[in-house]
């Protein structure tokens, strides 16, 4: 077990924030330095398979209000690799199926004495509203359709990791738009990164709205493929539609799916990523999924990476508050 | 009983175009002189400087009680609407159960009594038990006697239903309150569907789901001849769609309320649940045409859809916590700070909007000072700069995103039926 880490041995100055909450009110610089921070972190720990013991003594709370396997894992997997402990809480079987309120669950969590509270929700919003009813530090795990901060990262990670610097190229995220915390963050960091950024799907999942934000609204992917380095394939939430967007599952993989022959008219040097899970043969066939141009793997290793560099600049010792090194 | 005299107030009273300083004497609860020559009272308010008014009137309280007392009761309900300076409150029948019979009506009237603060008259339920399915009692609700029908929460949302209430309280000459709202279109939201809801992930409210309904609702009293009154229009396109029927002849009222002259739904940006009510706050061009409505008289009236909800219920998710703000506390500060202070309107017609139109569309007999008239008489400071503080409020609840706001126009005295309920003079 190495105990430091080899170059940053204090949390950054540039780093000033307490919570992770999205992406949007990142500036560029600390973007990047969180960037910076996974790659260190990528590094010091071989890959993601060594641990470290920057963050022992620390308790990381998992809080779960909405299922998830990987995310959560993920976490859990990122703080140990930190050295911290982890516990679970999940909202199934809990004092929430008995009426209490999650701000009551979450304080009772954190007067268990944590030091940070990692928390996925179905509904916008709620990881502010505990950011400003708990004291310690709040990482959103994907609120709902807002926002999933370190699944963005994760994504601009991979990119970054490939094609080093994002200023000027095009990434398409393509699908269920409306309903993706993942487009969302992506969006806001690719944009600040100066990637351009094209939404495609049908009109009932992308709104023409996104333009306004500085967004390509495209429902034609065979016409906007050959000008992208980059391919974002969403999953298709079917469980947060209340009506159904398109008329079936074979028409919309007819228009959206990435399989082999759309793939011949894109670059050659494409790259494709999915924030998974993902619906095989509905945005992505088999094919392109495993084909040497897919990231997708990447991104789970990349996505531990991440999310310890966000636990650290979260919850570690900070240079410009208590002077404290690791 | 005493006698009381309002002196030297300039006394504003648009149901006879009077606006100029004057005295008012008041004895046995009624108004007996306007500028009597050779007074005598047994108490004497010095209104100089302050604007002297017919009693505010809010046809849109929501007071709780019957039901959800956790929230508001009578008793709380209409102590905060006389410090806001109402005189008088009309409250909608969506208690649990909601007021569809007469002994329903007569618990608020006897509660209001006893809580002995400002007048409630009780708007009755359209449906049984607000289900939306047959008609309420309506004859023996008026009896009993309400002002108004409305199964406001909730639209009337079959459409023959509707009819049919118009028709029958064409008999009655009873206006029905209606809350707009396509409820398909509208489903699972927490705000209006526009920019702010794309970047958030909320799912929005869209401004269609309000305007397509009242288009119906128009329609609906244009063939009966029915009396609809748009309850808390909120968009540009709402307010064209009543000035189009209006112009055409229809017989239809509407209201705004203050939130939504002054809010946007830019406010949602923190997720705080005190700015979700429905219909939703909607954006910038929404409030201008909802001020203009207000201008030329398209909205013939404000009232503030004062929805009280205990502080717990507000402090949950965003989609679980409850539709509501309060309005009771603020709605003439903001009304004054928005509409008057900035010249969009003068103050006879604020008070054409909060007292005397309210009292027609209703049906009572309020909204006037005329000499023989009931004496409910606000007294307002119209530059009186205050800070709203919800910790004082006489609200049972606090939901208002208005604390802390600095506004301009206060309520200084509330008098009702010649006794003064609330001073600051």
Not at chain 1, 5 to 17: D, E, F, G, N, R
Not at chain 1, 71 to 92: I, K, N, P, Q
Not at chain 1, 125 to 143: E, F, K, M, R
Not at chain 1, 189 to 209: D, N, Y
Request: charged share 20%.
């Amino acid at each position: 077990m190495s105990s430091s880490l080899p170059q940053q041995k204090v949390v950054p100055s540039a780093w000033t924030h307490r919570h992770l909450l999205d992406l949007k009110r990142l500036t560029s610089d600390e973007i990047k330095l969180l960037l910076d921070t996974t790659a260190m972190f990528k590094e010091a720990t071989d890959g993601c398979r060594r641990k470290l013991s920057v963050l022992s003594g620390a308790t990381i709370a998992n809080l779960f209000f909405e299922s998830s396997t990987r995310t959560r894992t993920s976490f859990s997997l990122a703080a140990r690799r930190l050295g911290a402990d982890v516990v679970d809480f999940s909202a199934v079987g809990s004092s929430l199926s008995k009426g209490e309120s999650f701000i009551d669950t979450a304080k009772n969590i954190e007067a268990m004495g944590i030091d940070a509270v990692v928390v996925r929700h179905q509904t916008p919003g709620t990881p502010h509203l505990l950011s400003q009813h708990l004291n310690v530090g709040v990482i959103n795990a994907g609120d709902g359709p807002h926002e999933h901060p370190t699944q963005g990262l994760l994504d601009i990670f991979s990119i970054r990791e490939r094609l080093g610097d994002l200023k000027g190229i095009t990434v398409a995220m393509v699908g269920d738009i409306a309903h993706s915390r993942t487009a969302r963050s992506n969006f806001w960091g690719l944009t600040k990164l100066g990637a351009k950024v094209i939404f495609c799907g049908p009109p009932t999942l992308v709104s023409p709205r996104w333009a306004e934000l500085g967004a390509e609204v495209s429902h034609d992917l065979d016409a906007i493929l050959p000008r992208c380095d980059c391919l974002n394939l969403l999953r298709i939430q079917f469980e947060r539609q209340s009506t159904r967007p398109f008329p079936s599952v074979r028409e919309y993989a007819h228009l959206y799916a990435m399989n082999k022959q759309r793939l011949a008219g894109a670059k050659k040097d494409l790259l494709i990523l999915a924030p998974g899970p993902i619906n095989r043969g509905v945005e992505v066939t088999a094919d392109v999924a495993d084909c040497p141009q897919s990231l997708i793997l990447n991104q789970v290793t990349n996505g531990i990476a991440v999310r310890m560099a966000v636990l650290w600049l979260t919850c570690g010792p900070r240079s410009h508050s208590s002077g404290k090194t690791l | 009983m005493a006698s009381l005299l309002v002196r030297g107030g300039r006394f504003v009273d648009p149901s006879q175009n009077i606006d100029r300083v004057a005295s008012l004497l008041l004895r046995e609860g009624v108004v007996v002189a306007i500028d009597p020559p050779d007074v005598h009272a047994d108490e004497v308010i010095d209104a100089t400087g302050m604007i002297v008014s017919p009693g505010l009137v809010d046809m849109h309280v929501h007071l709780r009680e019957p039901g959800r007392e956790e929230d508001e009761t009578i008793e709380t309900g209409t102590a905060a609407a006389i410090v806001g300076g109402f005189t008088s409150i009309a409250c909608i029948p969506n208690t649990e159960p909601p007021i569809d019979t007469q002994g329903a009506v007569e618990f608020i009237h006897q509660k209001a009594v006893r809580a002995d603060h400002c007048n409630v008259f009780v708007v009755g339920c359209v449906s049984r038990n607000r289900e939306g399915k047959e008609l309420a009692e309506i004859g023996q609700l008026v009896e009993a006697g309400a002002v108004a029908f409305s199964d406001d929460g909730a639209p009337v949302y079959d459409a023959e239903l509707m009819r049919r209430a118009f028709e029958y309280c064409l008999m009655f000459d009873k206006p029905i309150l209606a809350h707009e709202e396509v409820l398909e279109l509208s489903r699972g939201g927490v705000m209006h569907e526009g920019l702010v809801s794309l970047v958030l992930g909320l799912t929005g409210m869209p401004a269609a789901a309000e305007e397509v309904l009242i288009g119906r609702d128009a329609a609906l009293a244009e063939v009966t001849g029915g009396r609809l009154h748009v309850m808390h229009v909120s968009t540009a396109g709402g307010v064209a769609l009543v000035r189009a029927a209006k112009a055409r002849g229809v017989r239809i009222t509407a209201e705004a309320c203050p939130h939504h002259f002054t809010l946007t739904d830019e406010c949602m940006w923190g997720f705080d649940s005190n700015f979700k009510m429905s219909p939703p706050l909607r954006t910038a061009v929404d409030v201008e045409g909802v001020i203009e409505g207000i201008v030329d008289g398209t909205i013939d009236c404000i009232a503030t859809d004062h929805a009280p909800h205990a502080r717990e219920k507000k402090m949950l998710e965003l989609d679980r916590a409850p539709f509501g703000i309060l309005g009771l506390e603020t709605a003439l500060g903001l009304s004054v700070t928005r509409l008057v202070a900035t010249g969009r309107i003068g103050w006879p017609r604020l008070i054409e909007a909060m007292s005397v139109l309210p009292s027609r569309i209703l049906g009572i007999n309020r909204g006037t000072l005329r000499i023989g008239s009931i004496a409910d008489i606000t007294i307002i400071d119209p530059i009186q700069r205050w800070q709203v503080d919800v910790g004082t409020f006489k609200s049972k609840s606090v939901n208002s995103p208005f604390d802390r706001w600095t506004l301009e126009g206060r309520a200084v005295a509330t008098i009702v039926g010649g006794r003064i309920k609330h001073r600051l003079l």
